[in-house]
Structure formats: structure tokens, C-alpha cells
């Protein structure tokens, strides 16, 4: 078990390396110099996040949501922080899958 954990904190070190996460990590920094901007975009991705955490997709009251934060989500910053985030994710979703197709990890439940 040991060599696992020895493992996954190569891999960590290895992530935190990518120009990806380098990236995400620029793009926050820069995000949080905006106090205001940071705080007003934490408040939209908690609303956003609770109108889509149970995969039942309310798209009336997200398109509201997107209307009322519309100023928000056209600053520089938070597009580009979003831009990273959506990368970074995307490596951490690729990473996961391939682990779980290389360990034969029965997934059959999530089709269909």
C-alpha cells in the first residue's frame, strides 16, 4: 500500500508541474486580486452548482442565473479562470477514466 501512496504523491508532484495546473493556479491568483469579483463569483458557482448537482438540469433558472451574473461572466479574469478550471478538470476526468478502464473497474452502472 505504501508504494501506492509513494505513487500518487509522484503523481501530484507531477500534476502541480503541468503548465495545466500552473495555469489554474495563475488564473485564481489573479481572480482573487479582485476581491469583489472573486466574491461575487464564488456566490455563482454555489447557485449554479445547487440548480445542477442532481443532473436534473433546470435550464429556465440557469439562464436566469447566467443573465443576472451576465457582467460577472464576461470579466477577463473569470473567463480565464473558467477556461483553466474546465481544462483542469478535463485532465483530472481523463486520469480518473483511465485508471478505471486500467484496473477493469466495472462501470456498466452509469450507461444507459
Given amino acids: 500500500m505504501e508504494q501506492i501512496y509513494n505513487m500518487t504523491h509522484r503523481l501530484i508532484d507531477s500534476i502541480k508541474q503541468s503548465d495545466y495546473y500552473r495555469n ?4 485564481l491568483k489573479a481572480l482573487k ?3 469583489d469579483v472573486y466574491e461575487r463569483f464564488n456566490q455563482f458557482r454555489r447557485q449554479y452548482y445547487v440548480l445542477t448537482k442532481d443532473g436534473q438540469e433546470n435550464f429556465s433558472e440557469i439562464e436566469k442565473l447566467q443573465q443576472e451574473y451576465h457582467a460577472l461572466l464576461v470579466d477577463t479574469d473569470v473567463v480565464e479562470f473558467m477556461d483553466a478550471e ?4 478535463a485532465v483530472m476526468k481523463d486520469m480518473y477514466d483511465t485508471i478505471a478502464e486500467g484496473l477493469e473497474f466495472d462501470m456498466d452502472f452509469m450507461e444507459g
Avoid: A, N
Fill in 33 to 35: 486580486k479582485k476581491k
Fill in 24 to 27: 489554474y493556479q495563475e488564473c
Fill in 86 to 89: 474546465d481544462k483542469i478538470c
